[in-house]
């Protein structure tokens, strides 16, 4: 019973639009025959039968985008019938768990049967699999389960509040209230592609071990905060496809510019210190590439005017990050101020809770650590952060070619795939790099 | 006469109640005959009988000898060839002795005899504890007795259901094991005048709520009522089922209740091991699994033979605040 699959045809290539059915339900074809007209993100080909027979169920209708190996026909041979597709979808969810991404599969090509995928393109949000795929993974009480069918909820979208994070009937309730569990809401076809693309990227998360028990161990139980932290950032790693891109930027110019600044404002008790100059560069460079000051919403992307700077402050057990609100706009030493003023609070525990949200770009800096290169994982649902190196004073070249000192400092983006091309990363970064070479530019 | 006799209400004892159902029929029916020891001239330990002997006399007031197997297989003989005895047992425990007549005879002659012969009889007697009667007698056979086909076994807790069981369980032709509420003698509700028969097999919603159903019989269920109270003093309003019938049993009447607050807790004196709370438990997720938003947790007594002392025994017996407890922990709310 052989199935016409979306090949794939090229590396990057993790699905195909069927562009337009060349055959039709019922037609006879042989070995050879162009069948359909494919379109990847770089060519668009005919795709030409690989078994003989009739062609008896088209299972993609067209400008469906259909993952990489999905089934988009069935080409039966004499007395045969194609098999009953969805069946397999629930059986494969329900006999669950550890193949979860298979079945996540199945889910999204029958969404996409229903040719409703490419309507809500536009549509994308985090990926995740729907209410009935991954419904045998959460533990919830069986109103909840009766009530997440009947209402097209994700289960996967509640948060439990019964013992061992049951998802019980007051949380659906709530949840529903709020209209922010539906099933497939966000699951237009990009986000579809993400699922594909997940049985191989998002394997179900291991449960941690149990502690070993082991003479001189002791067993430290998560604070509140240390919760926080680790599911943010363990759903932003899982979630979002990071890219990186690191420059060095000569920091000589900044420094002695700095150091003339801060001596005239002495009187005034205004010290700036180099990351409020990589904050302010970093703010003004995004005027030109707005869609790395952005939220990922449900609905797309939220693109922010302004830029409200989140900066990354260490505390005892964990961390947190003040914003500096409209930081494109406001002047060094407006930021070298809130800056100091909010990490103090923040240090102090006294931060208001309108003072730590709403950032839309975040900068994290080690430098003072006397880290020289590192990569930050992105603050969701922020487009991108920006890791602050130490200024290591090295030898480089000058345009003669001699050999100079110089104070050098490495910048790394990490910025969301789904948000932004790895081209405009790096043109942002050579933005950065340029305004902070050119340090009066930060000033005027 | 108007529906139940409610619409004439008085106020009187369980005690005063059970006595007239058992009158009413006597009056009505000349083959309904009372046994029991001592229940005739010195009537009653408990006085439930207290003046029919002079009432009726010795032919519808029996004293018996100390001889539980003896008397209820005489009742049983009685009923088999058209009488309607009515059984005292002095309390459910001295049963024991009577059960192979009550199970082998009793619960079997009409399906032996292919329906030819019927058993209108009634046992009746004082089950469960919470009076200081120590280990041996302290038991609850709502269990034991609502095990066996054959059997019908209630166990009523109002005074007004006390009298109007009391009628259908002597009109009935089946034997009919009535478990009264003994600590319970003595309270007192609106009973209705004459006739006012409860069906078997329907239970009744002692309490309306919307949150959690606390299901019970017997003296359970005034136990309820005031975790109930205590409940809402929460914001949860609890509704209270009592059960009333065990056999026949109102399957119905829990999964409406449950199908609408996705909560339940069952309340029995007995241990937990095999107890009516348990069918309860199975009854719901059997029936209303898709409606339940916890597990259906049972309060029960405590797994040792009942205590003397009195601090013992009220450990030893489901109190109000494991019920409001247990209602908590199924509103996923905190312990208090």
């Known amino acids: 019973m052989p199935e016409v699959i979306m090949p794939k045809m090229g590396d990057a290539m993790e699905e195909g639009t069927v562009l337009k059915w060349l055959k039709g339900e019922g037609d006879e074809i042989s070995v050879g025959d162009p069948i359909a007209e494919i379109e990847t993100d770089k060519v668009t080909l005919e795709l030409e039968a690989e078994d003989a027979g009739t062609l008896s169920n088209l299972y993609a209708s067209e400008g469906d985008a259909i993952p990489v190996g999905d089934a988009i026909a069935f080409v039966a041979g004499e007395g045969e019938e194609a098999p009953e597709r969805g069946g397999e979808a629930e059986v494969e969810a329900e006999e669950g768990g550890e193949d979860e991404g298979q079945a996540a ?81 966000d699951g237009g076809a990009e986000g579809k592609a993400e699922e594909a693309a997940a049985p191989q990227a998002a394997p179900k998360a291991a449960e941690a071990p149990a502690p070993t028990g082991a003479e001189g161990t002791e067993v430290q139980e998560l604070s509140r905060m240390r919760k926080v932290i680790a599911q943010r950032m363990s759903q932003s790693k899982q979630e979002v496809p990071h890219f990186y891109a690191t420059v060095e930027v ?56 302004k830029v409200n700077m989140a900066m990354a402050v260490a505390l005892d057990d964990g961390l947190i990050t003040p914003v500096i609100k409209d930081a494109g706009g406001a002047t060094l030493s407006t930021i070298s101020a809130g800056a100091k003023d909010l990490a103090g609070r923040a240090r102090s525990g006294d931060l208001k809770p309108d003072e730590y949200q709403g950032g839309t770009f ?83 | 006469m108007a529906e139940n006799g409610k619409a004439n ?71 088999m060839l058209g009488m309607r005895p009515v059984v005292e047992m002095m309390t459910w425990n001295f049963s024991f002795l009577a059960s192979d007549q009550i199970i082998q005879n009793a619960a079997k002659v009409r399906y032996f005899s292919g329906g030819q012969v019927k058993v209108p009889l009634v046992i009746r007697g004082p089950n469960g504890g919470g009076v200081q009667l120590s280990a041996q007698h302290t038991h609850s056979l709502e269990n034991m007795y609502g095990h066996f086909p054959g059997l019908k076994v209630v166990s009523p807790v109002t005074p007004n259901d006390a009298k109007g069981m009391m009628i259908t369980a002597i009109r009935d032709d089946n034997p009919v094991i009535f478990l009264e509420a003994g600590a319970l003698y003595g309270t007192k509700g609106e009973v209705g005048e004459g006739d006012n028969a409860v069906e078997f097999g329907k239970a009744r919603i002692a309490r309306e709520g919307t949150d959690v159903t606390l299901i019970a019989y017997g003296r359970q269920v005034n136990l309820c009522l005031r975790a109930a109270d205590a409940l809402e003093e929460d914001g949860v309003k609890a509704e209270v089922i009592d059960l009333r019938s065990i056999r026949p049993f109102d399957e119905d009447a829990l999964v409406e209740s449950v ?23 199975a009854i719901i997720q059997d029936r209303a699994f898709d409606y339940l938003d916890a597990p259906v947790i049972r309060v029960s007594g405590a797994e040792v033979p009942a205590p003397y002392a009195r601090n013992l025994e009220i450990e030893a017996f489901p109190s109000e605040k494991q019920v409001a407890n247990a209602a908590r922990r199924v509103m996923y709310m905190e312990e208090k």
């Not at chain 1, 992105?378 to 100079?404: C, H, L, W």
């Not at chain 2, 006595?19 to 020891?37: F, I």
Request: hydrophobic share 40%; glycine share 10%.
């Open chain 1, 250 to 305: 000569e920091m000589d110019e900044l420094m002695s510019l700095r150091k003339q600044l801060n001596t005239s404002l002495e009187d005034e008790g205004i010290k700036l210190s180099v990351n409020d100059f990589v904050m302010k560069a970093c703010a003004l460079g995004l005027g030109k590439f707005p869609n790395l000051n952005a939220l990922w919403t449900s609905e797309g992307l939220e693109l922010h005017e």
């Open chain 2, 259 to 281: 199908k609408k607050t996705h909560r339940a807790v069952a309340v029995q004196e007995q241990w937990r091991w095999f107890g009516v709370a348990s069918e309860v438990a």
């Open chain 1, 105 to 185: 599969t199945a889910t999204a090509t029958e969404e996409a049967d229903s040719g409703e995928g490419e309507e809500s393109s536009e549509d994308s949000g985090a990926p995740q699999a729907n209410g009935r795929a991954s419904d045998g993974n959460f533990r919830a009480s069986p109103i909840v389960r009766r009530l997440a069918r009947e209402n097209e909820l994700d289960l996967g979208k509640i948060e439990g509040s019964g013992p061992a994070g049951r998802i019980v009937e007051r949380d659906v309730r709530a949840a529903m209230e709020r209209g922010d569990a539906k099933a497939g809401a």
């Open chain 1, 362 to 444: 975040t900068v994290s800096n080690m430098g003072m650590f006397g880290v020289e290169s590192f990569t930050a994982i992105i603050n969701q649902p922020q487009a991108a952060i920006v890791a602050v190196s130490a200024i290591v004073k090295r030898p480089s070249f000058d345009e003669e070619g001699n050999v100079v000192p110089k104070s050098l400092m490495k910048l790394t983006l990490s910025a969301d795939h789904r948000m932004a091309n790895g081209a405009e990363g790096a043109l942002y970064m050579a933005e950065v790099k340029r305004l902070l070479e050119s340090p009066m530019l930060l000033v005027v």
């Open chain 2, 9 to 79: 209400a008085e106020t009187k004892t369980y005690r005063e109640a059970l006595r007239e159902g058992m009158v009413h029929e006597m009056e009505n029916d000349e083959s309904v005959v009372l046994m029991g020891e001592d229940i005739g001239v010195y009537g009653g330990t408990h006085l439930i009988t207290d003046g029919l002997y002079d009432q009726y006399g010795p032919k519808r007031v029996m004293d018996t000898p100390i001889s539980e197997g003896g008397f209820t297989g005489a009742a049983i003989g009685m009923a």
